[in-house]
């Protein structure tokens, strides 16, 4: 089975991108062949500097491989070092319709956020497509947010079959995997935490912003000796993501049982983030002491990746007419 998975360098990595897509992606490197790359082609669509685009794919790659992205057993690579990716898109591109691209809620939502669409905006979901479809991917762990992308690749893929296949499926159609436990993870105002919302807890947030984060979390305002309802509660949501169960009931039990504010449990968050993270923040510091190894990782990676890609689109573009 192959598993494959993206994730742009656009900014750092947060607590909902971790749960959502990463910590399922490195669980997954243990049941087939993974492979895992930073989507620095579509973080073009957002990111117009190039020394931040760089230093960006750096620390992605190494917040990756420090959560646990284990290179013996995971290919890691920049997607953009697998140029055959864009011309497998523009092939998909011929026979991709509008109406599927017009329907995306990403490209609305950004539009609808006052981004002045680019035509590779618009187009990200067929170079999505071409990154799943040319490694002849079998499932792709994303989070919910990006279920829509890969009915499109599906629906793309299908559609280059029927056209070309003459009975043989000539592209794999692949199958999400959706964390189903997990609702978004919401970010400090109670929304899904995303860097558009400037509500995110980045990974490796230095203790100090940690807790000023942490602080920040929306809650209502019942007094300290008041019961408090845990349920909807976004400190206790982010709790239940690394607190074990019997720490997660104590914390309900105790919002029930009201004499403790919100800061007391604000401060229980704060230490369980702090100690549940604290092993990956030393392997940090030490990948940052490396980037040569980091750098190797991403080019043999690519070389791996390459393979398949030039394979698959050998194949492509035979089956067209080129
Ligand atoms: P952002 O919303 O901050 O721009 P991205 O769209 O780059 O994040 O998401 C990268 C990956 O992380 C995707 O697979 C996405 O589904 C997942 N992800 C992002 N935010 C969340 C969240 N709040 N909860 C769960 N998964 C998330
Ligand atoms: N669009 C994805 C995101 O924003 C990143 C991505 C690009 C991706 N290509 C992919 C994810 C292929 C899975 C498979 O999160």
Known sequence: MRILSGIQPSGRLHLGNYFGMMEPAIRLQDEGEAYYFIADYHSLTSIHDPSQL????RDVAIDFLACGLDPEKAVFFRQ?????????????????????????????????????????????PVLMASDILIYNSDLVPVGKDQKQHIEVTRDIAQKFND????????LKIPEPRIRKDLAAVPGLDGRKMSKSYDNTIALFE???????????????????????????????????LIASADEVQ?????????GEGYGHFKKQLLEKLLEHFAP????????????????????????????????????????VGL
């Open 54 to 57: 760089r230093d960006n794919v």
């Open 80 to 124: 953009s070092d697998v140029p055959e990716v864009t011309e497998l898109t523009w092939i998909l591109s011929t026979l991709t319709p509008m109406g599927l691209l017009e329907r995306c809620h990403s490209y609305k939502d950004k539009i609808a956020q006052g981004v002045s669409p680019s035509h590779g905006l618009f187009a990200y």
């Open 280 to 319: 990956l923040r030393v392997k940090r510091a030490k990948l940052e002491q490396d980037p040569d190894f980091v750098e190797d990782v991403l080019q043999n990676g690519a070389k791996q990746a390459r393979l398949i890609a030039q394979e698959t689109l050998h194949r492509v573009r035979k089956a």
């Open 250 to 258: 104590e914390m309900e039990d105790a919002f029930r049982r009201g």
């Open 206 to 240: 230095d203790e100090k912003a940690l807790k000023k984060k942490i602080m920040r979390i929306t809650t209502d305002s019942i007094p300290v000796e008041d019961p408090k309802d845990p349920d909807d509660s976004y400190i206790v949501m982010l709790y239940k």
């Open 163 to 170: 056209r070309y296949g003459e009975g043989e499926p000539l």
